[in-house]
């Protein structure tokens, strides 16, 4: 491990890479290795009148809004922009070679760096990802700038320290982003990101009001729920169930008529709109940000192989030169493995089809069992002595059910994200372009099929297939009619198939009845499941997952320094003799 270490920091000081090593030596725990980019390693008239009066009241009218961010005056002056090259320095305006480049460029440039520096002597790698997977390095990572709590003056906050106050805490969720500072300090594409992120959420807003409004308008009262006409429905089971009034799925009904009423079809209607003018909106600013950060005459960065890509193509020209033992034949070979071919790739593409036709299986199965679930929980509960059990099968069966959706959809969520990032790889994408979009159509359709699979169900399938023989008898007046009647009926006898009717109804196992909708429609089910999974995924996912956990493994590590530093304290303090 040393020797390895040992080159790959020798050929990164080659780079042009300053190394800067702990000066004391450590027997235990980690050793920290510094790499600094010095300066040689970069080869990479105002308005008036009524709109200035508007545009002032506007300004104080968004004061409480604006982040606490210094000034920063932006020239008129716009300067011509190309690839940096140390060729071509007297071309460039360079007031200060400390300030040139900020600091997500430099950290761009020392990661290419690390990525693609060769280790030939003592082992057939290349980059600093292949060393971290091998062991010889524990990570690798840029450092933030300083502190992020502020010690001095207010006006003397570093840039992470104005992101902290201003940008990433709970209490500034009202205020505009800091969108210039964001970009300085993490580069152009998070950038345009959290700039992305803002306007969305920003036009969620009016979406949100009108929603509230459509759901929360009265409406007459329903026919259901008139217990003057007495429905009487057939029973929910066979043999322990009875006969039941149609008016006492009234309060389901209610729930279920505010998320389906008339105003639905206006908010629908409402929603095409609006992301019409989201995706308009986000082109302007898009464009504007473009303009302002000097993006739009950049051509795209020239892409070199990715480490892996090289690493595995290496390893082919050996296997290659090994066999061959005449000159000719040699240089005929070295002409023919510039590139990995399909032969190369096919296992990979093999396992990539077997396992996303496994996962989607997987997914099927975990929709199936949850239905299963449900079906004999329902009975069960229907055949108990209990009243009050009785009556509330339905919201158990469902409060239930979906929880335990929730927890399948969170595990193969994150399984199915490390499956992506693995058949992704014995793909061996050439770039990272190439990489990335493979990797996102794969995380997309294996998440996607897994977060929506049992809400496909509930609202297409689940309650459609009990449907009235008279299908079979309606008017055929004219050819349009006739066409509806066949598509109907053939619709009708697939269902009738899966589901039954009253009657003659299917049975799972031979003894449990499929699952019918409740007397209002699917609809508030479907809610259900839909704000359950939504909101749990948002509440567990991203914050238990990615704030929750890291702050709880900080939490354990600074205890565990803590206690680590007292012992080491203990140790070296001297021996105290007592007198005697």
């Not at 270490?5 to 000081?13: G, I, M, P, T, V």
Request: aromatic fraction near 12%.
């Amino acid at each position: 491990m040393d020797l390895i270490r040992q080159e790959f920091e020798a050929s990164l000081q080659e780079a042009g890479l300053e190394i800067e090593r702990d000066k004391e030596l450590k027997t235990q725990g980690h050793s920290f290795t510094r790499v600094h980019a010095p300066w040689p390693s970069y080869d990479l008239k105002e308005e008036s009148g009524f709109g200035s009066t508007m545009s002032t009241v506007w300004r104080k009218m968004n004061q409480p809004f604006q982040p606490k961010v210094p000034h920063q005056d932006h020239e008129r002056t716009k300067f011509l922009t190309h690839c940096f090259s140390r060729d071509k320095l007297h071309l460039y305006n360079i007031p200060s070679k400390d300030t040139f480049f900020d600091n997500a460029t430099r950290g761009r440039i020392v990661y290419e760096i690390l990525r693609r520096t060769v280790c030939v002597r003592t082992c057939q790698t290349i980059g600093i990802s292949t060393l971290i997977a091998k062991g010889v390095y524990d990570a690798a990572f840029p450092l933030h700038d300083g502190d992020y709590k502020v010690i001095g003056q207010p006006e003397e906050r570093s840039d992470r320290q104005v992101l902290h106050d201003e940008w990433a805490k709970y209490s500034a969720f009202y205020k505009y982003q800091p969108i210039d500072l964001v970009r300085k300090y993490f580069g152009e594409k998070i950038g345009l990101y959290f700039a992305w992120l803002g306007v969305y959420t920003q036009l969620l807003i009016p979406a949100s009001i009108v929603e509230s409004l459509c759901s929360d308008m009265e409406w007459r009262r329903l026919e259901m729920c008139d217990e003057r006409l007495n429905f009487t429905m057939c029973p929910l089971c066979d043999g322990a169930c009875d006969f039941w009034h149609l008016s006492t799925a009234c309060g389901t009904a209610r729930a279920s008529h505010l998320f389906d009423n008339p105003a639905t079809v206006f908010f629908a209607i409402f929603m095409s709109l609006w992301a019409v003018l989201f995706l308009e909106h986000w082109k302007r600013r898009q464009i504007s940000l473009s303009f302002s950060w000097d993006l739009t005459g950049i051509e795209d960065d020239e892409e070199h192989p990715r480490p892996r890509y090289e690493t595995i193509l290496l390893q082919k020209k050996q296997r290659k030169e090994k066999k061959v033992k005449k000159k000719k034949k040699k240089k005929k070979n070295e002409a023919a493995i510039e590139k990995l071919t399909l032969k190369d790739r096919l296992p990979g593409y093999f396992i990539n089809v077997s396992s996303i036709l496994f996962m989607f299986g997987l997914t099927f199965s975990a929709v199936f069992g949850v239905i299963i679930y449900r079906i004999t929980v329902s009975a069960l509960m229907a055949m108990s002595p209990d009243p009050e059990t009785k009556s509330n099968v339905r919201v158990t069966v469902t409060a239930t059910a979906v929880i335990i959706n929730l927890v399948v959809i969170l595990i193969l969520d994150e399984i199915y994200g490390a499956v992506a990032l693995w058949l992704t790889e014995l793909e061996i994408p050439k770039t990272e372009t190439h990489f990335e979009e493979r990797l996102i159509l794969k995380a997309f359709l294996l998440k996607f099929m897994n977060a929506y699979a049992p809400i496909f169900y509930v609202a297409f399938f689940k309650g459609r297939y009990v449907l009235h023989e008279r299908v079979n008898h309606l008017p055929l007046k004219n050819m349009y009619s006739s066409i509806l009647s066949i598509f109907v009926v053939r619709v009708w006898v697939f269902t009738r198939r899966f589901a039954g009717r009253p009657g003659n109804y299917v049975y799972v196992f031979n003894d449990y009845r499929m699952e019918e909708c409740a007397p209002g429609g699917c609809l508030i089910e479907l809610c259900i499941q839909l704000s359950i999974i939504m909101l749990g995924k948002q509440l567990i996912q991203n914050n238990i997952f990615e704030i929750g956990i890291p702050k709880l493994k900080k939490l354990v590590r600074a205890i565990k320094d803590k206690g680590s530093a007292e012992k080491k304290m203990e140790e070296e303090r001297p021996p105290q003799h007592g007198c005697l």
